[in-house]
């Protein structure tokens, strides 16, 4: 069994759930992760113990979100 671990995302810029909606598909992009959980100002997932959340960071912030951790 592959070990995983929880991901939290702070996002600023998040005030609705239209920006739910959109980091939500932006996250499911990523056929690594799992059990997604967005909601306003914070993303939460599973993802594989060695996975690298920089490209997640850098395709919510494209969108138009600042990701603050």
């Known amino acids: 069994m592959e070990k995983t671990k929880r991901v939290v995302i702070k996002i ?3 005030t609705c759930e239209h920006c739910v909606m959109v980091v939500t598909k932006v996250i499911e992009k990523f056929p690594e992760l799992t059990d997604i959980s967005v909601e ?3 993303a939460e997932f599973t993802a594989p113990i ?5 490209p997640v960071g850098m ?3 494209e969108k138009g979100y600042d ?3």
């Open 12 to 14: 600023k810029g998040m």
């Open 40 to 42: 306003v100002g914070k």
């Open 50 to 54: 060695d996975f690298d959340p920089f």
């Open 59 to 61: 395709a919510i912030e």
């Open 67 to 69: 990701v603050v951790e």
